[in-house]
């Protein structure tokens, strides 16, 4: 698992205060990138030699109001581990109570061949990592 915090600001809330219910996903997936990138894996290079990575489904359950400057710890890791994709399970807590949990499955798809396509095995690697609790932010 991996966990990170984060300062709700103004950019996040809307009109009555709360979160815009998308940022939680912009949130998840610039974590997410980001370790990555600690990791020396980088998407640009991916998507340079062709590879996409869409949001096939997600879903988000929002248990209470998250508000500016909250301070929220965000956990995530994988589930679901396939050549062709995975699923990313998050929990964002609020003082150490879960305000928001939500999944976002991701597939693998190779634009040259306008499908689906095995993920690079260094991608696989760190994936695994995540989803066994050895990774490390």
Known sequence: MLAFRYEVGWSDIDFA???HYPRVFYW????????LRK???YWRQLHMEG????????SCRYMKPVF???VLTIEMTITDLKPRGFTLHFRMLKEG???????????CVLKSRQGTAEMPP???????????GRATP
């Open 39 to 41: 990791r020396g894996f």
């Open 68 to 70: 500016l400057e909250d």
């Open 51 to 58: 590879y996409g990575f869409p949001f096939v489904h997600v």
């Open 97 to 107: 109570t879960p305000v928001i949990e939500g999944e976002a499955v991701r597939r």
């Open 17 to 19: 205060g709360v979160i």
């Open 28 to 35: 998840l997936d610039d974590f997410f990138h980001g370790y």
């Open 122 to 132: 260094a991608l696989i690697e760190i994936l695994q990592e995540i989803a066994e």
